[in-house]
């Protein structure tokens, strides 16, 4: 199994639709949860961290359940700007494991 | 604002060269790392280093090898580069209790 797991995609939706991103993780000792936006042959860029409590960042929202080892991205109102290949990280220590990622294209 | 720089962008090299891939970073970040990146295989850690003169191997090191003589710049040296080496290769940086930051990327293509 691997240690992080994402939907396989990829997402094609509409502008304007609502899309939620799952992500699996396997590490209980994990520490730091992250969400990653890497756009095409570009590097990945922190889109936002993610906290127990959830966290809301304009059209953003993540969600962790530690307990079940489970994070969550949902996107609102989604914009053409937001096709890119989103990556959700964990963190424990100095190691940080990738998941392979999670294409989506919003459709004009 | 964290800046991490790599010395090129696109590189191409012919197999049993030697190369140099070198990343800087300007904000005194402990720990460096170089990865991979490859379609269908996402992101491999090949070393990373938390100290000067330290380094760790990560997933992949096998044909790598790694130099940090100084905290801001970290290099990732291919020996004899092989074609199966022609990847996207990133580096990132990081301080404890923060995040990844990352460079560009390289693109290197071993002919």
């Known amino acids: 199994r691997k240690e992080v797991e994402q939907d396989p995609g990829p997402f094609n939706v509409p502008e304007g639709a609502t899309v939620a991103f799952n992500c699996t993780y396997s590490n209980s000792a994990s520490q730091s949860f992250f969400w990653y936006r890497q756009d095409c042959r570009k590097e990945p860029k922190l889109l936002m961290s993610?906290?127990?409590s959830g966290n809301e960042d304009g059209r953003f929202t993540a969600q962790l359940n530690r307990a079940s080892q489970y994070i969550s991205l949902l996107i609102r109102d989604s914009k053409l700007s937001d096709s890119a290949t989103y990556l959700c990280?964990?963190?424990?220590?100095?190691?940080?494991?990738f998941g392979p990622g999670t294409r989506l294209s919003v459709l004009p | 604002d964290v800046k991490v720089t790599q010395s090129s962008r696109y590189l191409v090299k012919r197999t049993g060269e030697k190369v140099f891939l070198e990343c800087v970073q300007d904000m005194d970040h402990e720990n460096m790392f170089w990865y991979r990146q490859d379609p269908g295989l996402g992101l491999r850690l090949i070393y990373f280093s938390y100290d000067v003169k330290m380094k760790e191997k990560g997933d992949i090191p096998e044909g790598y090898s790694v130099s940090r003589e100084k905290k801001e710049r970290f290099s990732l040296i291919l020996e004899s580069a092989s074609t199966n080496q022609t990847s996207m290769y990133l580096c990132?940086?990081?301080?404890?209790?923060?995040?990844?930051?990352f460079g560009p990327g390289t693109r290197l293509t071993v002919l």
């Open positions: 993610v906290y127990s």
């Open positions: 990132a940086s990081f301080r404890a209790s923060d995040t990844q930051y």
């Open positions: 990280v964990v963190n424990y220590g100095q190691n940080f494991v």
